[in-house]
């Protein structure tokens, strides 16, 4: 089974840090995605990432940043945490149609920004 | 881009009912059709998927969904309902056909009464 792992189930930042969240999957696919999800609103996309080095914004990007330099890794980097970024994060990767399409979601990680 | 609707925003039903979670989509062309299931304080895991093929689609916890062309709907049914049941439930479809970004609904939170 594919495994996708974030590092963290639960993060307190203080406003203005620099925050990383870690995904990693085993399963060599192509896609990676960070969405983060709150109540009433469902998952929105912030990033997704079709390759190394490549990135897409998705519907919410302001105030993050992502970075692949492995294909098995995938960052979301809050530049200064503020408290609105207080929420679930969820990484999800995914191989083409033809293959076992779908994505496959981390356990999440749940940021609070105090 | 398709999109889907969750018709139910939350659905309250007792142990041992029969539950129906509403999706509908918005392309009239042949589409791939997913449901996730989010347990607390958990990420999302495949519950089914519809890619083509027969249009009864079974998926895990005896859980199964059928796929109707002319509804445009991908409903989501279980016979008999348990309390570990209780879950968010997410029909996703892709943006476009073939594309590996996903849209997905707000979610249907459905709670199991004893």
């Known amino acids: 089974d594919v495994k996708v792992t974030q590092s963290s189930r639960y993060l307190v930042k203080r406003t203005g840090e620099k925050v990383f969240l870690e995904c990693v999957q085993d399963m060599d696919h192509e896609n990676m995605f960070w969405y983060r999800q709150d109540p009433g609103l469902g998952l929105r996309l912030i990033y997704f990432s079709y390759d190394v080095k490549m990135k897409e914004k998705g519907d919410i990007p302001e105030g993050y940043s992502v970075s692949r330099e492995k294909k098995e890794r995938f960052s979301l980097i809050l530049e200064s945490a503020s408290t609105n970024q207080t929420s679930m994060y969820l990484c999800a990767s995914s191989s083409p149609p033809g293959g076992d399409y779908g994505y496959t979601f981390g356990s999440g990680t749940r940021l609070t920004v105090v | 881009a398709q999109s889907v609707t969750q018709l139910d925003s939350q659905v309250p039903v007792f142990e041992e009912a029969p539950v129906e979670l509403r999706c509908n989509y918005s392309s009239s062309v042949s589409v791939y059709l997913f449901w996730y299931v989010q347990y607390p304080n958990q990420g999302l895991q495949l519950l089914l998927k519809?890619?083509?093929?027969?249009?009864l689609v079974k998926g895990i916890n005896g859980f199964e969904a059928e796929f109707n062309k002319s509804q445009t709907s991908f409903h989501l049914r279980k016979p008999s309902v348990h309390i570990s049941d209780t879950a968010e439930y997410f029909c996703?479809?892709?943006?476009?056909?073939?594309?590996?970004?996903?849209?997905f609904g707000q979610g249907t939170r459905l709670t199991i009464n004893p």
């Open positions: 519809y890619l083509s093929g027969s249009t």
């Open positions: 996703a479809v892709p943006i476009i056909q073939g594309a590996q970004k996903l849209v």
